[in-house]
């Protein structure tokens, strides 16, 4: 199977795929008397098609074991999709270019504590992977009518190590 | 000072103000073939005005210590305010309901472990409150032109504890 390595995740790195929600070198003021400082407007969130709108979802995931095999990617369409984790454990983010034929080959970043991601809309991704241990997330994405799944099974495997 | 004795958050009583954003209770159903539970959709995102749009942030605030004086409220006439804790600490969340001559008295709320919540549009409240430590949220606001801020001063403060 061809190996894909798992690489720290970095705004940089991410950046042609969607935002890295983190407090490291984002765009900060002070609030409410000083009393708090505010990280603003992190991500861009994408509401597309009939009766659109943004929701706020909790989800709560099972964990995943280094090395694994990935044979499906997926996208959204119509919304965009931020996941921001409640707890200080590592997930995984894997995401795919689009090529004239699909999904390219796909990359896989692994988060460090306090880091959260926004997946832009149309950008084919792997599921929800949390490592270590079940792992709970706040979710922020797109509720509204219309098809916003399409997913894709690569004809060979990847491992993801 | 008039006291204002604390009380633990809980979806009936803060149904007027907004939502809790939490697990219990919730609508819920797999998702990523059963390796993930999806809590869907567990608050009413405002986003009113020109150029309005929802945005992602996060906050770091600083604790507070009861019993805490409370001399203010403020709202946001153009949209709604989530918060989201990204640890297990509790806050505390004051509201206030609306009378003909601007916020009634104060009402306050204790949060426990996994509760964030979602204070509705033009909704009076105190500002973000953490108690034990220095507390992360996610925080899912309003974003656009216009003033999005009123706050009121109490004539006299009332002691939250």
Same mark, same amino acid.
């Given at each position: @199977?061809?190996?894909?390595?798992?690489?720290?995740? =970095?705004?940089?790195?991410?950046?042609?795929?969607? *935002?890295?929600?983190?407090?490291?070198?984002?765009? %900060?003021?002070?609030? %409410?008397?000083?009393?708090?400082?505010?990280?603003?407007?992190?991500? #861009?969130? *994408? +509401?597309?098609?009939?009766?659109?709108?943004? @929701?706020? =979802?909790? /989800?709560?995931? *099972?964990?995943?074991?280094?090395?694994? +095999?990935?044979? @499906?990617?997926?996208?959204?369409?119509?919304? =965009?999709?931020? /996941?921001?984790?409640? =707890?200080?454990?590592?997930? &995984?983010?894997?995401?795919?270019?689009? +090529?004239? !034929?699909?999904?390219?080959?796909?990359?896989? /970043? $692994? #988060?460090?504590?306090? $880091?959260?991601? %926004?997946?832009?809309?149309?950008?084919?991704?792997?599921?929800? #992977?949390?490592?270590?241990?079940?792992?709970?997330?706040?979710?922020?994405?797109?509720?509204?009518?219309?098809? !916003?799944? *399409?997913?894709?099974?690569?004809?060979?495997? /990847? &491992?993801?190590?």
């Amino acid at each position: @199977m061809k190996e894909i390595e798992v690489r720290p995740l =970095s705004r940089a790195a991410f950046a042609p795929f969607g *935002e890295v929600i983190e407090m490291e070198g984002a765009d %900060n003021f002070p609030i %409410n008397a000083g009393r708090c400082i505010r990280f603003h407007d992190l991500a #861009t969130i *994408e +509401t597309a098609g009939e009766h659109a709108r943004p @929701m706020i =979802s909790l /989800f709560r995931a *099972e964990p995943c074991r280094l090395p694994l +095999t990935l044979d @499906m990617v997926e996208r959204h369409p119509l919304g =965009s999709q931020a /996941f921001i984790p409640l =707890s200080d454990r590592p997930f &995984l983010v894997i995401v795919a270019g689009e +090529t004239e !034929n699909g999904p390219a080959e796909p990359l896989a /970043f $692994q #988060t460090r504590p306090g $880091q959260g991601i %926004n997946i832009a809309r149309n950008v084919w991704h792997g599921v929800l #992977t949390p490592l270590d241990a079940r792992s709970d997330f706040a979710v922020v994405d797109r509720g509204g009518d219309g098809v !916003n799944l *399409e997913v894709h099974v690569y004809d060979k495997p /990847f &491992l993801v190590r």
